[in-house]
C-alpha cells in the first residue's frame, strides 16, 4: 500500500513542471516589469523624451534589482507566498494605475480604507475582475502549480549570492550612465517614482500600516473649551447649514464661468460664490477633517487631525445644538462627539439602492428637522454628490440634462462627451439641492435667522492628461482636484450687517478649506481665543459689534 501510495505521489509531481528557485525569480521579476508598469514606463517615456537609450538603460537596470529583489526573497515555503504576493498586488494597483491615472500614496491606501461596499462595488467591476485574473490570479496558479527546485541552505546562499552580486553591479552601472536624468525626473517629477509597480504601493501600504498602529492610543486634546454665543438677548433661534460637499470641481460650476447652465438655480438666488477656493487635499479622508480642523492646510496632518477636537467640538463647547449628517462614507472621526445620523443604509427605494442614496434623502428630513429647531443649530450634511466613476447614479432621471451621459462606472467605455455630461448632471442635482435648502430657510426667517455653507471636499479629473477621479498627492495634483466651489447664502438678519459690495470683493479673492472653521464661528457669533478673524471671509465685511 506504501508503495503505491509513494508511487502515486510521485507520478502526480512528474506531471508538474519544475523550476529552479534563481529561474522563477527572474521570471517573475521580468513579468512584474513588463505588464504592471504600463503607467511608469509611459510617464518614463515621456520625461526622458522618449530617448531610447536612456530608456534602455533604464529597464537594464529595474530587471537587475527587480530580480534581485526576487532571488533575495526566494526562501524555502515563503517563494510561492511572496510571489504570489508581488503578483496579485502589481495586478490590482496596475488597473487604478493604468486606468484611472493615480496613484496608490498612503492617503489614497487609507481613503480606501475607510470606504464602504457600495462605494467600492462601483470601482470593482467586470473589467477589473477580468484584468486581476490574466494578470493576477493565471500567474499566481502557475506560480502554486510548479514544483520550486531549492538547493541546501548553504549552497542556496552561494548561488543567490553569484546572481544578485553581478545584478547589483549591472543596476550601478545602468544608473551611473544616466545619474544626472534619473535625478532631475525623480526631483521634478514626484509621480514618477511613484508609479513604479508593485515597489511604491507595498512602500504606502506599510507607511499606513505604521501610521495607523501609532494612531491607535491617540488622546483627544480639548480645543476652544472658552467658546460661547455672544449675541443679543431675544433674537431669533440662529440656524446654519453647512454642506460638505463631494468631488465638486470649480471648473465645472457655471456660477464660475463655466460655460454650460449647471447652476441655473442658485443663480436665481441670492448667494454669494468664491471663486478662487483650494481644496486641503484631494481625497475625502485627508480634505474632510482638515476642513473642520483648525489647522491650516501646511500645518495639517493626519494624526494632528485625530489628537485635536474639531470645528463641532467647539460649537458644543459654545452651547449649540450640533449635528452631523452623512449621506457618505462617515465623518472620518469629526462628528464622534455630537449627534450623528447615516442615511444610506436607509431602507426608502425612492432615494436608495444597494447600500446608496441620492441626496434627495437629506431634503426629506430637512424640513421636519428646521420646524423643530428651537434654539442655535448648526446641521453639517455630508452629501454624495459628485462620486464617481458611477456618476450616472448620483442624479434622478429628471436631472438627466445634458446627453447622451455615461451609464456605467467603466468610464474607459464612455467618450469624454458622455462622461462630462453626466458629471455636469451630477452639478446641476447639487445646485438643485443647495437651492431647495436655501429656499427651506429663507420660508422659515419669520421664526428663525438662517445661513447656508457650501464646501466640496475636493475636485475631480475627467480625463485631462489622461487623470480620472480624484486622490493625486498634492503636490503634483492637477487644479481641477484642488479648485473647489464655495457658496454662501444669507439670511436677511445677516445680510443686514454686511457690506455688500465688500463681500463681492471678497469673493473674487483667494480663498481655502482654512476659512471654513472661523466662517462658522463669526456666523455663529461664537467667541473664543482659537477664532481668527482673519480666516473669517465676512470679518472685514461686517462691523466688529455685529451679531
Not at 488597473?95 to 489614497?108: A, H, K, N, P, Q
Not at 544608473?175 to 511613484?194: F, G
Not at 492610543?217 to 454642506?243: E, K, S, T
Not at 470645528?311 to 457618505?328: I, K, Q, R
Request: aromatic residues 10%.
Amino acid at each position: 500500500m506504501t508503495t503505491f501510495t509513494d508511487g502515486l505521489t510521485a507520478a502526480r509531481r512528474s506531471l508538474r513542471p519544475s523550476i529552479g528557485a534563481v529561474s522563477l525569480s527572474f521570471v517573475v521579476a521580468l513579468f512584474l516589469l513588463a505588464t504592471a508598469n504600463r503607467s511608469f514606463w509611459d510617464k518614463t517615456a515621456i520625461y526622458f523624451s522618449g530617448t531610447v537609450g536612456a530608456m534602455a538603460f533604464l529597464a537594464l537596470g529595474l530587471a537587475a534589482l527587480f530580480s534581485t529583489i526576487c532571488i533575495a526573497v526566494s526562501v524555502r515555503f515563503l517563494t510561492k507566498p511572496l510571489f504570489i504576493f508581488l503578483i496579485l498586488t502589481g495586478a490590482v494597483a496596475s488597473w487604478f494605475m493604468d486606468r484611472f491615472g493615480v496613484l496608490v500614496s498612503v492617503e489614497m491606501i487609507r481613503n480606501a480604507a475607510e470606504t464602504t461596499s457600495a462605494e467600492a462595488s462601483n470601482l470593482i467591476t467586470p473589467a477589473f475582475a477580468w484584468h486581476v485574473a490574466a494578470f493576477g490570479l493565471l500567474p499566481s496558479f502557475a506560480v502554486a502549480w510548479v514544483r520550486v527546485e531549492h538547493r541546501p541552505f548553504f549552497a542556496k546562499a552561494r548561488r543567490n549570492t553569484a546572481f544578485v552580486v553581478p545584478l547589483l553591479l549591472i543596476a550601478a552601472v545602468a544608473a551611473s550612465m544616466q545619474m544626472r536624468l534619473l535625478i532631475v525626473t525623480s526631483r521634478e517629477h514626484r509621480d514618477w517614482l511613484a508609479s513604479l509597480n508593485p515597489v511604491a504601493p507595498i512602500v504606502s501600504a506599510v507607511r499606513y500600516a505604521i501610521s495607523t498602529k501609532a494612531e491607535k492610543n491617540i488622546v483627544v486634546q480639548p480645543l476652544g473649551a472658552d467658546a460661547h454665543v455672544v449675541a443679543a438677548a431675544g433674537r431669533r433661534p440662529r440656524v446654519l447649514v453647512v454642506v460638505a460637499g463631494e468631488t465638486a470641481r470649480a471648473d465645472n460650476f457655471s456660477l464660475g464661468g463655466y460655460p454650460r447652465p449647471t447652476n441655473p438655480e442658485l443663480a436665481a438666488r441670492d448667494i454669494t460664490y468664491f471663486s478662487q477656493t483650494e481644496s486641503c487635499g484631494t481625497a475625502t479622508a485627508v480634505s474632510l477633517p482638515c476642513m473642520f480642523s483648525i489647522y491650516d492646510r501646511d500645518g495639517y496632518s493626519h494624526r494632528k487631525g485625530l489628537e485635536t477636537e474639531n470645528l463641532l467640538d467647539v460649537l458644543s463647547h459654545a452651547g449649540l445644538a450640533t449635528e452631523w449628517w452623512d449621506n457618505n462614507t462617515g465623518s472620518k472621526g469629526i462628528a464622534d462627539r455630537v449627534t450623528y445620523h447615516s442615511l444610506p443604509a436607509s431602507p426608502d427605494s425612492r432615494f436608495c439602492t444597494d447600500g446608496e442614496c441620492q441626496d434627495g434623502i437629506l431634503l426629506e428630513r430637512l424640513v421636519p428637522w428646521l420646524d423643530g429647531v428651537k434654539t442655535d443649530s448648526v446641521l453639517v450634511i455630508h452629501q454624495l454628490g459628485s462620486h464617481g466613476p458611477a456618476y450616472y447614479e448620483r442624479y434622478p432621471d429628471a436631472y438627466r440634462r445634458f446627453q447622451p451621459d455615461c451609464r456605467t462606472a467603466e468610464v474607459a467605455d464612455c467618450s469624454t462627451e458622455e462622461i462630462v455630461n453626466a458629471y455636469d448632471n451630477t452639478i446641476t442635482y447639487t445646485d438643485h439641492f443647495l437651492s431647495m435648502i436655501i429656499d427651506a430657510l429663507k420660508t422659515r426667517e419669520g421664526r428663525l435667522d438662517g445661513a447656508m455653507i457650501y464646501m466640496s471636499d475636493h475636485g475631480e479629473s475627467l480625463g485631462e492628461n489622461g487623470l480620472y477621479l480624484h486622490g493625486a498627492p498634492y503636490l503634483i495634483a492637477p487644479k481641477q482636484q484642488t479648485h473647489v466651489p464655495f457658496v454662501l447664502w444669507l439670511g436677511a438678519q445677516d445680510k443686514a450687517t454686511v457690506d455688500a459690495a465688500c463681500l463681492r470683493q471678497r469673493a473674487g479673492e483667494p480663498a481655502s478649506h482654512d476659512n471654513l472653521f472661523h466662517t462658522v464661528l463669526g456666523l455663529m457669533s461664537v467667541a473664543t481665543t482659537v477664532y481668527d478673524p482673519a480666516l473669517d471671509v465676512l470679518s472685514g465685511c461686517r462691523p466688529a459689534a455685529a451679531t
